[in-house]
């Protein structure tokens, strides 16, 4: 009886998680490109190679040294119900959105998950009433929150949320490039092997060795907000 309500309780967690991970979750991230749809208007991103040349670097150099690793912090927070870190976190990764529309993304996505947190109504009031107490939340905060209390593994959640980052990316290069259905899929194919590496190097790093410093995918972004002609939000 013990295995099989493991079983069934692993079975639901997964369910969870590809709920978290779908693109029907009306939490707004098809809408943005962060920076990609600038890579584009100046040529830098033109074809296949190019484009996944950009989304590999950004996954690497950003997303496994910056959004992964304060990811991994904010479910750790959330588990030990340590209120004070969940909120330090927040705040250092919201600071560290270094341009205006990035920012703007992460707070607009958290408010709309929140939001549908709330109007779905399936969670622990308790829980409910500390999601409601942050002020301004970012997106992988409530991110983090509801996949530690859905007892998603860290790992699994970690890996869903670069898998739907590396999806979005690769929607927006095939609609803004634009690229054919087959290209998608083999730039998903390629760089959804590089996962499970990048995820053990995230959860590897230091505190002191997070860092955002990516210049190019800055510039890209804040060239973005003034963009004349675009597909995607700023």
Request: net charge negative.
């Amino acid at each position: 009886m013990a295995e099989a309500n493991s079983k069934q309780s692993s079975s639901v967690a997964l369910s969870r998680l590809l709920q978290l991970a779908s693109p029907m979750l009306p939490v707004g991230a098809y809408s943005y490109s962060q920076g990609l749809e600038w890579a584009i208007e100046c040529g830098d991103v033109h074809n296949l190679l190019s484009a996944k040349t950009w989304i590999a670097d950004a996954l690497t150099l950003y997303q496994t040294r910056y959004e992964l690793p304060i990811l991994y912090r904010m479910y750790q927070a959330w588990q030990a119900n340590d209120i004070d870190a969940i909120n330090d976190w927040d705040s250092q990764f919201q600071a560290g959105r270094d341009t205006a529309e990035a920012y703007a993304e992460s707070r607009q996505m958290g408010y709309s998950l929140r939001r549908l947190l709330n109007d779905v109504g399936s969670l622990p009031t308790e829980f409910m009433i500390k999601i409601n107490a942050l002020e301004t939340p970012a997106f992988p905060t409530i991110y983090a929150g509801v996949a530690c209390r859905w007892e998603i593994p860290v790992q699994d959640m970690l890996h869903a949320y670069a898998w739907s980052w590396v999806e979005n990316q690769v929607s927006a290069a095939m609609k803004a490039v634009p690229l054919g259905q087959v290209a998608g899929q083999k730039i998903l194919l390629e760089l959804g092997e590089y996962l499970p590496d990048l995820i053990t190097q995230a959860m590897l790093l230091q505190n002191a060795e997070i860092s955002n410093f990516v210049p190019g995918l800055s510039l890209a972004g804040c060239r973005h907000e003034t963009q004349y002609s675009r597909l995607f939000r700023s």
